[in-house]
């Protein structure tokens, strides 16, 4: 089965900073990558599809990037309403697996 | 306005078996693939299981393989998932999702609230 490895697990930035967080599949999986975004307390929410669009209502400040075993969520300019786990997930095939989380904190 | 509604959960002791049901309203339940996902507790999200639309495919984590049956009724707009030989490390919330479509390469585009199960004794 494919492994997805986020990096970092946590991290801690300011308002207003970039911040990037990384997925890794263990083989390639084209461009079937989707981010979800679970708020303290909260249901995960689709936040990007494709490894790229952006799901309907999302801000634009979030963007992601990547093919095949590498990919990218960006945030260009953090805000403190985006204190949340995200979460990258493969949807190529079954098993459906998500990476591990990666925490983010405002500093 | 896509709604899903999990119930069934609570509280069962090792060996016992539930029934997790999800009710869909808001979309053309019979057009869409669906999964469930679980998160116990202070951990991540865990693919649990998923069906195609016309339930003629399943598939199953590891983990639940031979314990855990996935169903729908489309005439219901009714997802199941039954649950026997519940261990400790099955305790957590149960989320419903659908999928983008009715393809098995879909992606997870609505979430329901979640259900609680802990098998405790």
Known sequence: DIQMTQSPSSLSASVGDRVTITCRASQGISNSLAWHQQKPGKVPKLLIYAASTLQSGVPSRFSGSGSGTDFTLTITSLQPEDVATYYCQKYNSAPYTFGQGTKLEIK | ?121
């Open chain 2, 1 to 121: 306005e896509v709604q899903l509604l999990e119930s069934g959960g609570g509280l069962v002791q090792p060996g016992g078996s539930l029934r997790l049901s999800c009710a869909a309203s808001g979309f053309t339940f019979s057009s869409y693939a669906m999964s469930w996902v679980r998160q116990a507790p202070g951990k991540g999200l865990e693919w649990v299981s998923a069906m195609s639309i016309s339930g003629g495919s399943t598939y199953y984590a590891d983990s639940v393989k031979g314990r855990f049956t996935i169903s729908r009724d489309n005439s219901k707009n009714t997802l199941w998932l039954q649950m026997n030989s519940l261990r400790a490390e099955d305790t957590a919330v149960y989320y419903c999702a659908k999928r983008s479509s009715g393809s098995y390469m879909s992606y997870f585009d609505y979430w329901g609230q979640g259900t609680l199960v802990t098998v405790s004794s």
